[in-house]
């Protein structure tokens, strides 16, 4: 699609959207506190920002956004992407779209603030991108967590019960990123497809069901989602697990974009050993940064080793011995917190 199309698609969903929340009793814009609100860098997103909501009601969720009686102070969205599950509210009312659109977004992508006009500032990677929340419950599975799966089996990734994600979530989260990157054009920017978890140390979202690098190359080409074939892992809510399809995917499926997810052994020039080189792009590849499967360059290295340092600011309030410089250099101490991190969300032993 191009510029055009995608900003009519945007306003029909905005549409939708607006009678969705009308429906509901839900504000149309967030309350957003003015010390926090920004405009964007740049004349508008240039990627997409990828959580989940950690909770099992999408309405909650958008009312947890756009209301300040709920208690929100620091969360910032601008698109609520839902299951459908059959007594989903928000599910019903999205009914409403034309049928192009529900063929586009078969998952609510309900806009809670208008993208053109700025951001809601809570880390350096919202005034980029715009926020897309995923309604699922992470890890928090019962019974190790609060919650309990309507229609659905819990994924076991890394010795964690996960939420999977559904087909229609998948479709839509790839979808919402194609209007983006139609609307950016030419500044829309591949790198910028991230996950929370990337940005701020201290989050686990959108986690490892989100199979995140394939979302970012199905983003960048322009083939229907359906046509893809790791799709074919996915589901719907009410359909039990037994009943997939027969094609199932292997571990790395959740993680990377081409079954050989290490990059290659090619030597790169960075402030540390060449072998350390490589094995921190592989590790920085699994936490969801775009460094494999191929090596990159030094420079691109350098430039998410930097992501990674920025993101662990977010230990400030609570470690501040864990907060790195931002030098984009590989040093001990960078070194031991990429493996730490690993171990947390269980991507090593």
């Known amino acids: 699609m191009d510029r055009q199309e995608a900003l009519k698609i945007y306003e ?13 009793g839900i504000d149309h814009e967030p309350h957003k506190p ?19 909501t950690g909770g099992p009601s999408g309405v909650k969720s958008a009312r947890w956004f756009n209301d300040p009686s709920w208690g929100n102070t620091g969360s910032s969205c601008h698109v609520l992407v839902l299951d459908r ?6 599910g019903e009312a999205w009914n409403a779209a034309d049928a192009e659109i529900l063929r586009l977004f078969p998952a609510p992508a309900i806009v809670l603030a208008d993208w053109r006009w700025g951001t809601w500032c809570t880390n350096w990677i919202n005034r980029w991108c715009l926020g897309v ?23 076991i990734i890394n010795t964690l019960p996960w ?19 139609a609307m950016a054009s030419p500044l829309f920017d591949r ?10 140390a201290t989050k686990s979202d959108p986690g490892p069901a989100f199979p995140l690098h394939r979302v970012r190359t199905e983003i960048a080409i322009d083939r229907d989602p359906l046509t893809a074939p790791w799709i074919a892992y996915y589901t719907e809510p009410e359909l039990a697990l037994e009943d997939r399809l027969d094609w199932k995917p292997t571990a790395d499926l959740r993680h990377t974009t081409e ?23 592989a590790a920085l590849y699994d936490l969801g940064y775009p460094t494999g499967p191929e090596a990159p360059t030094p420079e691109k290295l350098a430039k998410f080793v930097r992501w990674y340092q920025r993101s662990t600011a977010a230990w400030a309030p609570t470690h501040p011995d864990r907060v790195l410089a931002v030098d984009g250099v590989v040093g001990p101490k960078t070194l031991t917190s990429i493996n ?10």
């Open 12 to 24: 029909r969903i905005r549409e939708v959207s607006h009678l969705a929340l009308d429906e509901l």
């Open 340 to 349: 730490d991190r690993l171990r947390r969300l269980r991507l090593r032993p």
């Open 259 to 281: 079954p050989d997810r290490q990059p290659s052994g090619k030597s790169l020039a960075l402030e540390t050993d060449p072998k350390d080189a490589v094995y921190v792009a």
């Open 34 to 52: 003015v010390e926090r609100t920004c405009k964007w860098e740049g004349e508008g997103p240039i990627g997409v920002a990828y959580h989940y």
């Open 191 to 200: 790198d910028y497809i991230v996950g929370h978890s990337m940005v701020w």
């Open 133 to 155: 929340e995923l309604r699922n419950v992470g890890y928090g599975v019962a019974p190790l967590g609060p919650y309990k799966l309507q229609g659905k089996t819990p994924e």
């Open 163 to 181: 939420e999977p994600y559904t087909r229609s979530q998948m479709i839509s989260a790839i979808n919402v990123g194609r209007l983006v990157r």
């Open 85 to 90: 599950l059959p007594d989903d509210p928000m």
